[in-house]
Structures are given as structure tokens and as C-alpha cells.
T-cell receptor, first 112, second 117 residues
Framework: NAGVTQTPKFQVLKTGQSMTLQCAQDMNHNSMYWYRQDPGMGLRLIYYSASEGTTDKGEVPNGYNVSRLNKREFSLRLESAAPSQTSVYFC???????????FGSGTRLTVV | GDSVTQMEGPVTLSEEAFLTINCTYTATGYPSLFWYVQYPGEGLQLLLKATKADDKGSNKGFEATYRKETTSFHLEKGSVQVSDSAVYFCALSFPNAGGTSYGKLTFGQGTILTVHP
């Protein structure tokens, strides 16, 4: 099925390690987003890309970097993982917010 | 800044019971409002939306009415099923912010619903 594909689905990192979360969409959407989901806090926006070639900080960008590689792909990088970054990470894309976001199935990251 | 507040959960109901999940928002101006649903192990899906005051969004038996005077967008369903067990998120956005249509979503904390047979 078409949609948003995230890899990996699960990951365990040691404190200080780095990793990149991958996201790709095949719906020709202009906008892409990275959220983290923590219990009792809903989803918080980390970074977003309104269109290819642009990226902007969201609500909780510290400790993360992003790359909009092309229209399809938007990656999230943790340069030096910390236990506070233990979370479920969701990538989403949209043509227009009123049409709804399409979410990936998430990456469950544990930093020990 | 803009924010969304949902009723505390979890909510546990018997099948065929009436459901209400409260949602209120704080925003400068008049946002568009959304309900998203997350089934176990999946990403979020758009359930319904409303773009202006007094609009009623509806889908799959769920309804919510945009109340500007009370800044609320409560989710209701007349008769829940076991398959409705999920996490429900209220959210807001300004679709035309900055002259663009990409509109960042601001989510509430989510409400866990469990429906028993």
C-alpha cells in the first residue's frame, strides 16, 4: 500500500551513539514532519519541511537534525543519543493539512 | 502559544455505551480542528475535522462540533464497539499560516479508550 514508510521499527542505542531514522512517502506530498510521542504528552513536533529544500524547527528540536533529501525522503538524525530521547518517533506527510496527515507506523527508540 | 487540552483518560466503556471525549483549545484566531485516532501498533489516522465555527465533522459514527464560544471540539459516539478501542487525539492547525497551506498540527495529550464486550 502507498503511504509513509519508516525504518527501522525498533532500535536500542547506547548513550552517546548516533543514528538516522529514515522516512519516505510515495504520495507526492510537499510537506513532511517528524513527531515524537511520549506518554501523557501527545505528539510533539521536532522538525518539519514545508517543501523540498526547506526545513524548520518545531517544538522540541534540541538534540536532533533533519535532512530533506528529495521530495520523497525526510530523515531524522540523533548525533549523540540521550536517555531523554527514548520515545516513539512518527514521520508524517501531507499535501495540505485540511486533507489530513498520513503517518508512518513509527519507530520505537530506546536509549540506555 | 496554541494548545489543546483533552480529558484525562483512560476511558473504559461497555459495548453500546455512549462516548464523550472532551477537547478544548487555546489559540489566537480561529483554527481548524481535528480528531485523529491511533489503533494499537499503528500511526495516527484522520477521523474527522471542522474548519469553522458551528461546523460538525462526522465519520464512522463519530461526531464533533466546533464551538467557538466555548473553544471546544468534543468527540461523541452514540454506541461504541470493541473495535473503537484506540487512542484519540484532538488537534488544531492554522492551514493558511504564513500564506502557505502546510499547517502544522498541534496535538492534545491523547485519550485512551477501551471498550469491553
Amino acid at each position: 500500500n502507498a503511504g509513509v514508510t519508516q525504518t527501522p521499527k525498533f532500535q536500542v542505542l547506547k548513550t552517546g551513539q548516533s543514528m538516522t531514522l529514515q522516512c519516505a512517502q510515495d504520495m507526492n506530498h510537499n510537506s513532511m514532519y517528524w513527531y515524537r510521542q511520549d506518554p501523557g504528552m501527545g505528539l510533539r513536533l521536532i522538525y518539519y519541511s514545508a517543501s523540498e529544500g526547506t526545513t524548520d524547527k518545531g517544538e522540541v528540536p534540541n538534540g536532533y537534525n533533519v535532512s530533506r533529501l528529495n521530495k520523497r525522503e525526510f530523515s531524522l538524525r540523533l548525533e549523540s543519543a540521550a536517555p531523554s530521547q527514548t520515545s516513539v518517533y512518527f514521520c508524517a506527510s501531507s499535501a495540505q493539512v485540511l486533507y489530513g496527515y498520513t503517518f508512518g507506523s513509527g519507530t520505537r527508540l530506546t536509549v540506555v | 502559544g496554541d494548545s489543546v487540552t483533552q480529558m484525562e483518560g483512560p476511558v473504559t466503556l461497555s459495548e453500546e455505551a455512549f462516548l464523550t471525549i472532551n477537547c478544548t483549545y487555546t489559540a489566537t484566531g480561529y483554527p481548524s480542528l481535528f480528531w485523529y485516532v491511533q489503533y494499537p501498533g499503528e500511526g495516527l489516522q484522520l477521523l474527522l475535522k471542522a474548519t469553522k465555527a458551528d461546523d460538525k465533522g462526522s465519520n464512522k459514527g463519530f461526531e464533533a462540533t466546533y464551538r467557538k464560544e466555548t473553544t471546544s471540539f468534543h468527540l461523541e459516539k452514540g454506541s461504541v464497539q470493541v473495535s473503537d478501542s484506540a487512542v484519540y487525539f484532538c488537534a488544531l492547525s492554522f492551514p493558511n499560516a504564513g500564506g502557505t497551506s502546510y499547517g502544522k498540527l498541534t496535538f492534545g495529550q491523547g485519550t485512551i479508550l477501551t471498550v469491553h464486550p
